[in-house]
């Protein structure tokens, strides 16, 4: 089946640094990738649209400066937290869609994020 | 914009009994599909069973089946034999037609299963 890898799994980082997490198809190519954050207990929020070769799509409330996307190719999509902060620290979780009408989304296994 | 609600925060059921998790949603389109996601604690979201709108047949796979009913917009999901594994979050999402759409998430019923 279709497998999402997401890494790192888990990062530590000070405050004020940059953290890039990564998001890749390995079977399939995804136009489209989708970011979310999940706090503790919560649902699933969606961040961002990544659209391969154009810019994300950003929701509402998003900081588009802070969570800076790229979706360079096919396979890949990353997610740049920039200057973090204790409160960004969260689950950030990544899915993609093989664009078929009836395609699932499948994904990533996650992020953990900790600013310290 | 399309909502998704999962009136029930936490579930238990006996191991070996059957449960069944409610979902509603609210859409003015007629093209969408359906999902249920299962979060274990290792936070893997795990897809259990999807629904295309324009089947009228519900959807099984195994143990897992859901009772849609699309002029009321309910999508409920029915484990049946619950086992100790099927502990775990579980998510309804609802997705417009189309090959890149997002999903959008109720809030969750947590599953808890008793031996």
């Known amino acids: 089946g279709a497998v999402v890898s997401q890494h790192p799994s888990r990062v530590i980082c000070k405050s004020g640094t940059s953290v890039k997490i990564e998001c890749r198809s390995l079977?399939?190519?995804?136009?489209?990738m989708f970011w979310y954050r999940q706090f503790p207990k919560q649902s699933l929020m969606l961040m961002a649209t990544s659209n391969e070769g154009s810019k994300a799509t950003y929701e509402q409330g998003v900081e588009k400066d802070k969570f800076l996307i790229n979706h360079a190719s096919l396979t890949l999509s990353t997610l740049t937290v920039t200057s973090a902060h204790p409160e960004d620290s969260s689950f950030y979780i990544c899915?993609?869609?093989?664009?078929?009408?009836?395609?699932?989304?499948?994904f990533g296994n996650g992020t953990r994020l900790t600013v310290t | 914009a399309q909502t998704v609600t999962q009136s029930q925060p936490e579930m238990s059921v006996q191991e070996a009994e059957t449960v069944t998790l409610s979902c509603t949603y609210d859409?003015?389109?007629?093209?969408?599909?359906l999902f249920w996601y299962k979060q274990p604690p290792s936070r893997q979201m795990i897809l259990v069973i999807r629904?295309?709108?324009?089947?009228?047949q519900n959807a099984t796979e195994n143990r897992f089946s859901v009772n849609f009913q699309k002029a009321a917009k309910s999508f409920s999901l029915k484990i049946s034999d619950s086992q100790l594994g099927d502990a775990a979050m579980y998510f309804c999402a609802y997705r417009s037609g189309g090959g890149s759409e997002k999903l959008v998430f109720g809030k969750g019923t947590k599953l808890t299963v008793n031996p």
């Open positions: 629904q295309e709108a324009y089947k009228q």
């Open positions: 899915s993609a869609s093989q664009d078929r009408a009836n395609s699932p989304l499948h």
């Open positions: 079977d399939f190519q995804a136009t489209t």
């Open positions: 859409t003015s389109e007629s093209d969408y599909y």
